[in-house]
């Protein structure tokens, strides 16, 4: 497996406080990424990053927000969480050559109260 | 926006018998790619058809992809215990390095 780390690996939150996930690698690939998945809905791209401080929207981006100050760590904060943030959370890295494969991490599992 | 779909959802086999899952993109695609994400797992790269019509074999699967590069087909013969899963296609419309998922389909294999 690539060097992907998430964390938390679960987390338990209130609605309307903000939570931080993390997601870390070791491959120094240039491309990050952040989905969500839901039952019948598969996954869903919420943020990209195509090198630090280099971001974009996904197709589910509302109420999300990313940050990547270094190559290795990219950051996805919901500000005020919500129940329909309530969900399983992976990151994915990429590189740079033509296939762009995508290798996951463990994922979060996210859960709004 | 780009839409990828998948069918069927969910399929359940016997120990032995083939299985197919079928992907539609509402666009053409420049590749296609399919992952396969075990129970409580995360989803796993298994292969990226670019050519239209290109067809993959990886031992028991069969990849294809359509002629109009709108369409990709996985098939697996002789179901095993270990294919149990869900299968998911993701297409590229080009541009580089954003995918959109399709929706799944989740293989059950009965002994």
């Known amino acids: 497996d690539a060097g992907i780390t998430q964390s938390p690996r679960h987390k338990v939150t209130e609605t309307g406080t903000p939570v931080t996930l993390r997601c870390h690698q070791t491959?120094?690939?240039?491309?990050m990424y952040w989905y969500r998945q839901d039952p019948g809905h598969g996954l869903r791209l919420i943020h990209y990053?195509?090198?630090?401080?280099?971001?974009d929207k996904g197709e589910v981006s509302d109420g999300y927000s990313v940050s990547r100050s270094k190559t290795e760590d990219f950051l996805l904060t919901l500000e005020s969480a919500t129940s329909s943030q309530t969900s399983v959370y992976f990151c994915a890295i990429s590189g740079v050559d033509s296939s762009y494969e995508q290798y996951f991490g463990p994922g979060t599992r996210l859960t709004v109260t | 926006g780009q839409q990828v779909m998948q069918i069927p959802q969910y399929q359940h086999v016997q120990e032995g018998e083939d299985f197919t899952t079928y992907c539609n993109s509402s666009t053409t695609l420049s590749n296609i790619q399919w992952y396969k994400q075990r129970p409580g797992g995360h989803p796993v790269f298994l292969i990226q058809l670019v050519k239209s019509g290109e067809v993959k074999k990886q031992k028991r699967l069969t990849f294809q992809f359509g002629e109009a590069k709108k369409n990709s087909s996985l098939h697996i013969t002789a179901t095993q215990t270990t294919d149990v899963g869900t299968y998911f296609c993701a297409g590229n419309t080009g541009g580089g390095n954003k995918l959109t998922f399709g929706t799944g389909t989740q293989l059950k294999v009965e002994l």
């Open positions: 491959e120094n690939h240039r491309y």
């Open positions: 990053s195509y090198g630090v401080k280099d971001t």
